[in-house]
T-cell receptor, first 111, second 114 residues
Framework: DGGITQSPKYLFRKEGQNVTLSCEQN?????MYWYRQDPGQGLRLIYY???????QKGDIAEGYSVSREKKESFPLTVTSAQKNPTAFYLC??????????FGQGTRLTVV | DQQVKQNSPSLSVQEGRISILNCDYT??????FLWYKKYPAEGPTFLIS?????DKNEDGRFTVFLNKSAKHLSLHIVPSQPGDSAVYFC?????????????FGKGTKLSVKP
C-alpha cells in the first residue's frame, strides 16, 4: 500500500534537546513538506523539498533543520533553538500538479 | 500577511441541512484551490479542488464554487452529516519559486448536530 508514514506519533522532548521526526513516503513523489499546526493557526510551512538534495525554508524555519538524502525520506530536526516547539507536526508529499498527501502527524510536547 | 483567509473559525449546522464554508484569497496569481478535511490528531485528507478556469466543481455531496473577481471560494456540503464534523482547510497552490506549494487558511471547525 502506497502512503506517507510519520513516526513517532507522540514525542516528548526535554528543554535543550534536539529531536528528529521521521517522514517516509513510497508514493514516488518528488516534493515533500513539513507543516506545523497550532490551535487557531492553521498549517504553517516549515521547510519543503522539491527534489533530492535540495530544500528551502518555509515561513517558520527558524529552530528547525531538514535533510533530503533520499527521495523517500524527509526528516525534520527540532533544535534547542526552537523556543516554542510544542505543536502537531505534519509531513506531506506531492507531485508538482497534484494534491498533497499527508501523514498522520507527530505530536511533540516539551516536558 | 495572510494570503488565504478563512474568517469563520467555527460553524454549526443541523444534520440534513446545507453547510457553507467560505474562503478568501488575496493573490490573483493563484490558479488552483483545494479543500482538505481534518479530524483531531490526524493528517488532513484531500476533499475537492478547483482550477481557476472553472467556477464550479462537484463531487457527490461536496461542491466548490469559485468567484475569481471577488477572490472568493466556498465549499457546500449537502446534505450535512454528523461524520462531516471536522476542521476544513482551504488551500491555494503557489506559483513561481513556490510552484506546487500549498498555502493554507487557518481552518473552519464544522459541527453537524444530529
Amino acid at each position: 500500500d502506497g502512503g506517507i508514514t510519520q513516526s513517532p506519533k507522540y514525542l516528548f522532548r526535554k528543554e535543550g534537546q534536539n529531536v528528529t521526526l521521521s517522514c517516509e513516503q513510497n508514493l514516488n513523489h518528488d516534493a515533500m513538506y513539513w507543516y506545523r499546526q497550532d490551535p487557531g493557526q492553521g498549517l504553517r510551512l516549515i521547510y519543503y523539498s522539491q527534489i533530492v538534495n535540495d530544500f528551502q525554508k518555509g515561513d517558520i524555519a527558524e529552530g528547525y533543520s531538514v535533510s533530503r538524502e533520499k527521495k523517500e525520506s524527509f526528516p525534520l530536526t527540532v533544535t534547542s533553538a526552537q523556543k516554542n516547539p510544542t505543536a502537531f507536526y505534519l509531513c506531506a508529499s506531492k507531485l508538482m500538479n497534484t494534491e498533497a498527501f499527508f501523514g498522520q502527524g507527530t505530536r511533540l510536547t516539551v516536558v | 500577511d495572510q494570503q488565504v483567509k478563512q474568517n469563520s473559525p467555527s460553524l454549526s449546522v443541523q444534520e440534513g441541512r446545507i453547510s457553507i464554508l467560505n474562503c478568501d484569497y488575496t493573490n490573483s496569481m493563484f490558479d488552483y484551490f483545494l479543500w482538505y478535511k481534518k479530524y483531531p490528531a490526524e493528517g488532513p485528507t484531500f476533499l475537492i479542488s478547483i482550477s481557476s478556469i472553472k467556477d464550479k466543481n462537484e463531487d457527490g455531496r461536496f461542491t466548490v464554487f469559485l468567484n475569481k473577481s471577488a477572490k472568493h471560494l466556498s465549499l457546500h456540503i449537502v446534505p450535512s452529516q454528523p461524520g462531516d464534523s471536522a476542521v476544513y482547510f482551504c488551500a491555494a497552490r503557489g506559483y513561481g519559486g513556490s510552484q506546487g506549494n500549498l498555502i493554507f487558511g487557518k481552518g473552519t471547525k464544522l459541527s453537524v448536530k444530529p
